[in-house]
């Protein structure tokens, strides 16, 4: 697959460049670590609360945990922002890679599942527990995998491009 010239012309603006060559402490290495932090505050609370429903942690109360969803938000937000960054720096190797769209319908349905976790297990006050585990169970499950997808499909995207750069092969 031939990468678009586009790719090319966002690859020499001046970010692009700055963001893949700079020896910055605030360059690619930065953003791709506060992209990691991010993803451990969206992930990480989401196992908990995924394990929980499965019925590890049975101690914990359920209602407890919906401020965490806060902190997944957060997570999310950081991950959006640096992934856009981490996309500026090398165009060509995401746009041409079929692992790069895998991921972004991943976390869609990631997104939507937690979503759901929240509206049909935490928002209703008056499901008991067994009620708000019986809800949440399937939902449990999916987030797990899908989250685990997301982790996996990020993490092949080093290694399964086709261009690193415009013209210039991985």
């Given at each position: 697959?031939?990468?678009?010239?586009?790719?090319n012309?966002?690859?020499?603006?001046?970010?692009?460049?700055?963001?893949?060559?700079?020896?910055?402490?605030?360059?690619?290495?930065?953003?791709?670590?506060?992209?990691?932090?991010g993803?451990?505050?969206?992930?990480?609370?989401?196992?908990?609360?995924?394990?929980?429903?499965?019925?590890?942690?049975?101690d914990?109360?359920?209602?407890?945990?919906?401020?965490?969803f806060?902190?997944?938000?957060?997570?999310?937000?950081?991950?959006?922002t640096?992934?856009?960054?981490?996309?500026?720096?090398?165009?060509?190797?995401?746009?041409?890679?079929?692992?790069?769209?895998?991921?972004l319908?991943?976390?869609?349905?990631?997104?939507?599942?937690?979503?759901?976790?929240?509206?049909?297990?935490?928002?209703?006050?008056?499901?008991?527990?067994?009620?708000?585990?019986?809800?949440?169970?399937?939902?449990?499950?999916?987030?797990?995998?899908?989250?685990?997808?997301?982790?996996?499909?990020?993490?092949?995207?080093?290694?399964?491009?086709?261009?690193?750069?415009?013209?210039?092969?991985?």
């Amino acid at each position: 697959m031939a990468a678009p010239l586009f790719l090319n012309t966002l690859e020499q603006s001046s970010l692009s460049r700055w963001l893949r060559e700079s020896e910055s402490v605030f360059g690619f290495y930065f953003i791709l670590a506060f992209h990691t932090i991010g993803l451990a505050l969206a992930v990480g609370p989401n196992a908990a609360i995924d394990l929980r429903l499965l019925g590890v942690a049975h101690d914990i109360p359920l209602p407890s945990l919906r401020t965490w969803f806060n902190v997944m938000w957060l997570g999310l937000a950081i991950n959006v922002t640096s992934g856009i960054f981490l996309v500026l720096a090398y165009p060509s190797k995401a746009f041409t890679n079929p692992d790069f769209y895998i991921k972004l319908t991943l976390i869609a349905f990631a997104v939507w599942t937690l979503q759901r976790i929240k509206s049909q297990v935490f928002d209703d006050s008056r499901l008991s527990e067994a009620a708000r585990l019986a809800r949440g169970k399937t939902l449990a499950v999916w987030s797990l995998a899908l989250w685990a997808g997301v982790i996996t499909a990020g993490r092949l995207l080093a290694y399964t491009c086709s261009y690193l750069v415009y013209g210039v092969p991985c």
